[in-house]
């Protein structure tokens, strides 16, 4: 690392997180959603703190994903949740990752890339409201059904995905549970039934007839929506973003700070220079945000550039002095918030260039 820009991840954070949400699940199974390399945090290290901690199971979206995951010596169950292309099965059915079926046809072109030495793991995968992936009728889960082969694959588990389960007033919340149920029926005696991401799961917990539930967000100590907050008030941020000071310069009145020269100094002024930008995932948007150095918030003056950002300071502190950008005094949904988005996008848009330690 040579340059002091990085994001500080803390594990015990969560695997805080991960304990004690399962403590509240029941009898239910954790799976561990790390896809988006563990939502900015670091997939495998996440993966490997919620193993540790008490999940069972891991999901991701992509099939790259997972083979990451698997190549870093990871056995636990994994599910992929985004579809896979046909021609792709025998890929992984040797890395021994579940996919989502959710259509018969997908079903009919993936057996014919299987061959006698693959096993497929599937999950059937039902819309019930979401509009997103998945089967939408009892028709279409038979004819899956129809299409399966026990000698090339084995039925896992069916699941399902929640729009509203953030919304405590949302009436698609219980319409979608009533449509799962319905799907679920027609599978007696499958093994993994699942439909909780993280605000269902604390809505929901323990109830029948899911004995799994998804946990992405709240594993980072993040909420899945601002009403989520007094059903996780135990959780612990795990994410911060933390940068340094590398020079510190007295300005007069009437200078201008950044391209565009959209900001003007109006009197005398300390203005701090930190080795951040957009090419690692901080928003040009961020003008005007401020940033906590000494406790202190400092806004940013000026445009930020590709890979630095200025702010102004209420006094000449050292060089090197620890600024952060998320953290403690600046919440993530506070960054959330300015740029008009979720928690989930500021915390996956960090780029590879910024070091997770
Ligand atoms: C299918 C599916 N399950 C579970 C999750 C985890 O959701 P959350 O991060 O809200 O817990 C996601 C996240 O987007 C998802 O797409």
Not at 125 to 140: H, N, P
Not at 175 to 195: C, D, K, M, N, S
Request: charged share 20%.
């Amino acid at each position: 690392m040579y340059r002091p820009t990085w994001i500080e991840i803390d594990r015990e954070a969560i695997a805080h997180n991960v304990r004690e949400i399962k403590a509240r699940m029941g009898h239910q199974s954790m799976m561990a959603v790390v896809k988006a390399d563990g939502y900015g945090h670091g997939a495998i290290t996440v993966a490997e703190i919620a193993l540790a901690n008490g999940a069972e199971m891991l999901a991701v979206a992509l099939l790259e994903e997972a083979i990451e995951l698997r190549e870093a010596g990871i056995q636990a169950p994994i599910l992929m949740l985004e579809a896979l292309l046909p021609e792709h099965a025998p890929i992984a059915s040797n890395y021994d990752v579940a996919v989502p079926v959710f259509s018969a046809e997908w079903l009919r072109e993936a057996k014919q890339h299987l061959t006698e030495i693959d096993h497929l793991r599937l999950h059937i995968k039902v819309d019930s409201g979401m509009g997103r992936l998945g089967l939408q009728t009892l028709d279409e889960l038979d004819a899956v059904l129809k299409e399966l082969d026990p000698d090339l694959m084995e039925l896992d588990g069916i699941y399902t995905h929640f729009a509203t389960a953030d919304e405590l007033t949302s009436r698609l919340f219980e319409q979608q549970q009533t449509v799962f149920l319905r799907f679920v029926e027609r599978v007696p005696g499958i093994r993994y039934i699942h439909a909780s991401n993280s605000a269902a799961a604390i809505r929901l917990a323990g109830q029948e007839p899911c004995n799994v539930v998804r946990i992405g967000i709240a594993l980072y100590g993040a909420l899945p929506s601002d009403e989520m907050s007094s059903y996780y008030d135990f959780l612990q941020p795990a994410f911060s973003l933390k940068s340094r000071l590398m020079q510190v310069k007295h300005v007069e009145p009437g200078q201008t700070i950044s391209y565009g020269a959209t900001y003007t100094a109006p009197t005398d002024e300390w203005i701090g220079t930190v080795p951040i930008g957009y090419a690692d995932g901080w928003s040009r948007k961020f003008q005007g945000y401020a940033l906590i150095v000494d406790g202190t918030p400092c806004e940013i003056v000026g445009r930020v550039c590709m890979d630095r950002l200025m702010i102004r300071l209420p006094r000449a502190y050292p060089v090197g002095t620890e600024v952060t950008l998320i953290g403690r005094g600046a919440p993530i949904d506070e960054a959330a918030h300015w740029l008009g988005t979720i928690n989930y996008e500021v915390l996956c848009q960090f780029s590879k260039r910024v070091p997770r330690i």
